[in-house]
């Protein structure tokens, strides 16, 4: 109620986004819900958002009405909020990151599920880049390094490649820049999580290869309608 009471006058928020809770045990849970709180740590210092993320989410009625609610083209319920947000964003509504506002929430438990949600999240992510593509430089919900990250994946599967066919190490130095970009989550995940934070550059190339496969996929096809 005091969240909500936030939302009363005109000046107002147009919509308030909170965070995931997660009582999971497995390494691939336990690694997307750091990434949440990864971001959550960013979004802390923003005075205000450009995203809204529905699974935990309140928006005054009569800009949510007055904007067009969602968009019922969308097949399935994946980045139909970003492109709601953005669209708010675009108007000039401000939207706020409110912590308290608390779910909790079932990751895909293994890596391929993981990959495969990550992998919808790139295609989609790119159907809305279509329509917003100044969001793509930035916006306050994706990491910047993520972006980067995606660029430097291929290289990490060059250089174990070229180190198998050559049987020398040298091939491997092409890990090293992509491996210098996971630090800083690294660093984060192991005061939280030593176990997450040793497989962590793993999951960060994971997460890579399978957005940038979607993004990739994004940019070669066009949804029907869209």
């Known amino acids: ?103 909790y929430h079932h990751h895909a438990a293994s890596w391929l599920g993981y990959m495969r949600t990550k992998l919808g999240r790139g295609y989609w992510r790119m159907v809305v880049y279509r329509r917003y593509p100044s969001k793509a430089l930035k916006d306050s919900y994706t990491p910047q390094v993520l972006k980067l990250q995606i660029l430097l994946a291929p290289l990490v599967v060059l250089g174990l490649l070229g180190a198998l066919w050559r049987r020398r190490p040298e091939p491997l130095a092409l890990l090293a820049p992509f491996l210098l970009t996971t630090l800083p989550f690294v660093r984060f995940a192991a005061w939280r999580d030593p176990a997450v934070a040793a497989v962590s550059p793993w999951g960060l190339w994971l997460r890579s290869l399978a957005f940038g496969a979607g993004v990739l996929r994004g940019l070669l096809t066009r949804p029907r309608g869209k």
């Open 1 to 103: 109620e005091a969240l909500l009471a936030g939302f009363a006058g005109p000046q107002s928020p147009a919509g308030l986004m909170g965070a995931y809770r997660s009582r999971q045990r497995s390494l691939a849970a336990r690694f997307a819900q750091l990434e949440f709180e990864d971001r959550y740590r960013r979004m802390r210092r923003q005075p205000e958002l450009d995203v809204v993320a529905t699974y935990s989410a309140a928006f005054r009625r009569d800009l949510f009405m007055e904007a067009g609610g969602f968009d019922p083209s969308f097949p399935e319920a994946n980045n139909e909020d970003v492109e709601f947000s953005y669209r708010l964003s675009q108007a000039g509504h401000s939207m706020h990151f409110a912590p308290e506002a608390q779910v």
